[in-house]
């Protein structure tokens, strides 16, 4: 019997379908739920059976994270009364991870369906819970000499805590006492609330109805909207970008007072712990200096117009235009080129673009691509959650949610989120549940590492002129999305963060009065500003999760490195490249890196993917010369 691979790739070369064989099926960003075929959806009961036994597992978990408490009081007994305190915690942890990664991953295929939404309240209630269970522990440490500490730090028996217990000791002066504790726990779990909102404000949008390419009257939604921002007719992405800001307009108060929420709950935090800002506190979660986070930003506003200021004057050029506008930004330069792919067919492109990271990689990263494998939830549909994610509770495959629209891009967001999966597959697998989950710092290395290689594939497979400039122009879009973008959108958190601790307020206005300054600032002179242009800070998820985004550039950067030596054939930075993929949280990022062969303060890596940038945009140049 053929596999559903074989008999996609069939059709889609032939056009046409075997009448025993279900049709290819066409992403549809407004259809229903029930209307996706099964197998382009997760399989949750690989993770919970049925939320009967969610509730049934609820119940269990709440009755027994009262038990923790026998634990108070009990941490100056020596190794022994340690670990068992560390590994109840742990055991109720990753329980309560378990049942909230359902949850959410019900919830956010589908935001409309009332049971889902009461299950994932359901479960942020309780791992606000476990969390303030187990606030007592970190103080009760921290009340033990230095000698002890540092003695539980070196017993075997804790070795699965020692790395915890050592970050501990450093962040010292800024972990509360135990009652502080208790209340900064429930305050963090709060302080996920707007973002909560802030999706159910964009979840009852309606958004205009707009003419796509043939002409056909669509309704815009923030699912289908990257594929008419990127379309080659001016006047359709003309018509999605400023419909799509327009309505977040109308919105805008309320997306003001969510994303305000956020930011003033990471500032009352940071300063409840003595840090000196919210972005020291980000950033010592990583025990990252605050320094470099400033000198990315410096190494980028010297390189921005070599670099970006120029590409937009390069944009304006190659598609003929009297100016270029923010809409005019990701349509491709060559549409020519472009083509559709299905989600069948980006799994060869992908599998082959990873190849030099060796069979055993290959063997598991194609099992999780498999349809077969339930890892993946691949099309959109009404009331999902826009764009993608992966994650993954310890002890079960990851979970990877995309919203697949058959563009290029998409099969490259498919390798993005892939990468995070061998991630954590591979964390799992070698790390004990407080040492599995890789700090963000890191996360993002494995994702953007297998863009790049994805890109160095397709470049060396390219026999053309046209492909190679749609390559070229796909690797400056990458780094400017990925690098530039995500930078603008980290000097964006740090001023708004900043405002509120000089005492100002964070009104829609003011939201939007920063972002358009840093918009004429990144994009440069040749870029023609319109009306609602500065709105598009309402609807970034990313801007929720503080000072998360500069990781994506940092990691970029890390990334194009890494790619460089095993497209080389480096064997021993792909085989220090798989065990950073195995390290997860086991060590301190920077210092993971360097074991990995790489060192992320060195301000040359930084300054390395400009100059990558301006080569590229040299070598389109020559082509179209």
């Not at 187990?134 to 539980?152: C, G, T």
């Not at 404000?201 to 009257?217: L, Q, R, S, W, Y």
């Not at 708004?496 to 994009?523: M, N, P, V, W």
Request: net charge negative; glycine share 6%; hydrophobic share 40%.
């Amino acid at each position: 019997m053929k596999t559903l691979l074989a008999v996609a790739a069939l059709c889609f070369a032939t056009g046409t379908v075997n009448a025993k064989e279900e049709p290819v099926y066409k992403p549809c960003s407004d259809c229903t739920r029930s209307e996706v075929p099964a197998q382009y959806k997760w399989k949750l009961e690989h993770l919970v059976k049925s939320p009967a036994e969610w509730d049934a597992e609820f119940a269990a978990l709440e009755k027994d994270i009262p038990t923790l408490a026998t634990c108070k009081g009990t941490l100056s007994g020596g190794v022994a009364k340690v670990k068992a305190c560390l590994d109840k915690a742990a055991d109720l942890g990753r329980r309560a991870d378990r049942l909230g990664q359902y949850a959410f991953q019900l919830w956010s295929v589908d935001r409309d369906d009332p049971k889902a939404t009461t299950l994932y309240e359901r479960s942020e209630y309780l791992l606000g819970k476990a969390n303030s269970a187990r606030s007592f522990i970190d103080p009760e440490l921290l009340a033990l000499d230095a000698k002890a500490l540092e003695a539980l730090i070196a017993a075997p028996e804790l070795k699965d805590y020692n790395h915890g217990l050592d970050d501990l000791l450093r962040r010292k002066a800024h972990v509360l006492g135990t009652e502080g504790e208790a209340v900064a726990s429930l305050m963090e779990n709060l302080s996920g609330t707007p973002y909560t909102i802030m999706n159910s404000i964009t979840g009852e949008m309606v958004f205009p109805i707009i003419n796509d390419e043939a002409g056909k009257p669509v309704r815009l939604d923030l699912s289908n909207f990257p594929a008419f921002r990127s379309s080659t007719n001016r006047e359709v992405r003309k018509a999605a970008v400023q419909n799509l800001f327009q309505t977040l307009d109308s919105w805008k108060k309320s997306l003001a007072a969510s994303l305000a929420a956020k930011m003033k709950a990471d500032v009352y935090l940071a300063q409840a712990r003595g840090y000196d800002s919210a972005l020291d506190a980000a950033l010592d979660a990583d025990a990252v200096d605050t320094e470099f986070f400033k000198t990315v930003l410096q190494v980028t506003d010297k390189a921005l117009p070599r670099t970006v200021h120029k590409y937009v004057k390069l944009r304006q050029q190659i598609l003929g235009l009297d100016s270029v506008h923010y809409y005019d930004l990701y349509t491709p330069l060559f549409p020519e080129t472009k083509k559709e792919y299905t989600y069948e067919e980006s799994i060869p492109l992908i599998l082959e673009a990873l190849k030099p990271l060796g069979e055993q990689l290959g063997a598991d990263l194609k099992k999780g691509l498999d349809l077969a494998s339930g890892w993946a939830d691949v099309y959109p549909n009404k009331g999902k959650k826009s764009g993608a994610y992966c994650t993954g509770a310890y002890g079960h495959h990851p979970y990877v949610q995309l919203n697949f629209m058959g563009q290029l891009e998409d099969v490259f967001t498919t390798a993005h989120e892939f990468g995070h999966a061998m991630h954590f597959q591979y964390s799992m697998a070698n790390q004990p549940y407080p040492k599995a989950e890789a700090p963000i710092f890191l996360a993002e290395i494995p994702s953007t590492f297998f863009e790049a290689m994805l890109l160095e594939h397709m470049l060396a497979q390219a026999t053309d002129k046209a492909t190679k400039m749609a390559l070229l122009t796909k690797r400056l879009e990458s780094m400017r999305t990925t690098i530039v973008r995500q930078l603008m959108f980290a000097e964006f958190e740090m001023l708004t963060h900043e405002e509120l601790e000089k005492g100002g307020a964070l009104t829609a206005e003011r939201f939007s009065e920063i972002y358009g300054q840093l918009i004429r600032k990144y994009y440069g002179p040749d870029l023609a500003s319109d009306q609602y242009d500065a709105m598009e800070w309402a609807y970034i998820p990313h801007f929720y999760y503080n000072f998360y985004v500069y990781k994506y550039a940092t990691s970029l950067m890390a990334a194009q490195v890494f790619a460089k030596r095993i497209v080389e054939g480096d064997e021993t930075a792909r085989a220090a490249f798989i065990e950073l993929l195995k390290a997860g949280g086991s060590d301190y990022p920077v210092d993971i890196l360097k074991k990995a062969g790489l060192d992320i303060t060195d301000a040359e890596v930084l300054e390395e993917s400009f100059d990558l940038f301006e080569t590229t945009m040299k070598q389109l140049s020559a082509l179209l010369d």
